[in-house]
């Protein structure tokens, strides 16, 4: 069954620093995509990054990255050097194939909460 | 900002109520998806719409209904609110080619406040 997991509830990183946030699916279908959303505490849910499973390389917007490694089925996504405003929730999330023809569902993980010390 | 655009920002009601929520999908977007989350809870996929008919269904209660309308805007009905469906409610937009590149961008949510 297609599924996303994120085991990490929480996170700390130090301003400046790399952090790495774990994501794993789980899918039947051979053409997804997997996306990372950044929730701040005012609520929005926003876009950050996107890699399609037929991408040979690495997906990268900025500070963004997204550590993709398909025989793993892992999708982590790197923030390089962290700033305070990064601290939020950032859920990892898949698009395939939905159960009829033609259709598509995404489906979210649980999340991660990462904090930005300074 | 998404493009994406949902109205009330808040809403507080009493048990037993009915609420709309309205979420007005980006430009030349087709789809649209609601979502609740929870208190600390991750995203769960209510209902979606694709060009005025459901395309897919989550973990939508009946007391729950939702349409979208010829100019694609889209509106979720609440009824017989219970305490328990207080929460933050996305719409959600895409232009849902067919191709797994096909991004949702998030309205700012609609928070559901049931005394």
């Known amino acids: 069954a297609q599924k996303i997991t994120q085991t990490q509830p929480g996170m700390f990183v130090q301003e400046k620093e790399a952090v790495t946030l774990d994501c794993t699916y789980d899918?039947?279908?051979?053409?997804?995509?997997l996306f990372w959303y950044k929730q701040p505490s005012s609520g929005e849910m926003i876009f950050l990054i996107y890699?399609?499973?037929?991408?040979?390389q690495n997906a990268t917007e900025g500070r963004y990255s997204l550590n993709f490694q398909k025989a793993r089925k892992s999708a982590n996504l790197v923030i390089s050097a962290s700033q305070l405003g990064d601290s939020a929730m950032y859920f990892c999330a898949m698009r395939d194939r939905g159960p009829t023809s033609g259709t598509y569902k995404y489906i979210f993980g649980t999340g991660t909460r990462l904090k930005v010390l300074a | 900002d998404s493009g994406v655009t949902q109205t009330p920002k808040h809403l507080i009601t009493a048990t037993g109520q009915r609420v709309t929520l309205r979420c007005s999908p980006r430009s030349g977007d087709l789809s649209v998806y609601w979502y609740q989350q929870s208190l600390d809870q991750g995203l769960q996929f209510l209902i979606q719409y694709y060009n005025g008919e459901e395309r897919a269904k989550g973990n939508i209660l009946e007391r729950f209904s939702a349409q979208q309308f010829p100019d694609l805007h889209s509106e979720l009905n609440l009824s017989s609110l219970e305490l328990g469906d207080s929460a933050l409610y996305f719409c959600?937009?895409?232009?849902?080619?067919?191709?797994?590149?096909?991004?949702?961008?998030f309205g700012p949510g609609t928070r559901l406040t049931v005394l």
């Open positions: 890699q399609g499973s037929y991408d040979q």
């Open positions: 899918t039947s279908d051979p053409s997804y995509g």
């Open positions: 959600a937009s895409s232009v849902d080619t067919g191709s797994s590149t096909d991004t949702q961008y």
